[in-house]
């Protein structure tokens, strides 16, 4: 797979159910992060979680990476239509620069049907 | 809570013309990015500035694309003769210096006919 791979490509659940979405990279990296982009607008940042932590939450987001194992988990806790969008995992590649670029994978389109 | 913002929000150009995508970042963000995604796509990386100066750009800015920051908020994105493949989302983020988190505006829709 390639750099920032997504999976589930597309995920559907109840309101009020907890859904999880995967994320798989090739390079090391710096750091990751979760994107959500609603339908034709823009990026907004929900959390980011670097090379040496495990684990991270932010509200209802609960973030987890495996370096070994070049993976990430993105769970959102307690669904709400309103999380109804596509989310994106991006890596920061750990190529020894400072620019940072963001590698994103294609994305997990979740629909939550109230 | 200050946003990146970008005009237009939708520019539609006929191919072979030329286009400037605008942006305003968050005031006190130093790096600087272009981002683009073909519809259905990936974001795709475009370039990063940083000091007023490219700091690193993709394969897919070639020399059609220039950016600059002709003053202390705007930062643009020029394609000097569009072509019907550069139809796309384009995205403005900006970071600040010490942290990794990037900052997105909400994108200029390009069509190009």
């Known amino acids: 797979s390639q750099q920032g791979e997504e999976d589930p490509q597309a995920l559907s659940i109840q309101e009020g159910e907890n859904a999880t979405m995967n994320c798989s990279y090739k390079?090391?990296?710096?750091?990751l992060q979760w994107y959500r982009q609603n339908s034709g607008r823009g990026l907004v940042h929900l959390i980011l979680?670097?090379?040496?932590?495990r684990e991270k939450h932010s509200g209802r987001l609960r973030v987890t990476l495996d370096t070994s194992k070049k993976s990430s988990s993105l769970l959102i806790t307690a669904s709400r239509a309103a999380d109804t969008a596509s989310y994106f995992c991006a890596t920061d590649p750990n190529s020894g620069g400072s620019n940072y670029k963001l590698t994103f994978g294609k994305g997990t389109l979740l629909t939550v049907n109230p | 809570e200050p946003e990146v913002t970008q005009t237009p929000s939708h520019q539609v150009t006929q191919m072979g013309q030329e286009v400037i995508l605008r942006c305003v970042p968050i005031s006190n963000h130093l790096y600087f990015y272009w981002y683009r995604q073909i519809l259905g796509q990936k974001v795709e990386f475009l370039v990063s500035?940083?000091?007023?100066?490219?700091?690193?750009k993709s394969e897919i800015f070639d020399d059609q694309f220039s950016v600059e920051r002709p003053d202390g908020s705007n930062f643009t994105l020029k394609i000097r003769s569009t072509k019907l493949e550069d139809s796309a989302m384009y995205f403005c983020a900006g970071r600040h210096l010490s942290s990794y988190e990037q900052y997105f505006g909400p994108g200029t829709r390009l069509t190009v006919t």
């Open positions: 390079t090391s990296i710096n750091n």
């Open positions: 979680i670097r090379s040496n932590e």
């Open positions: 500035f940083y000091n007023n100066e490219i700091s690193e």
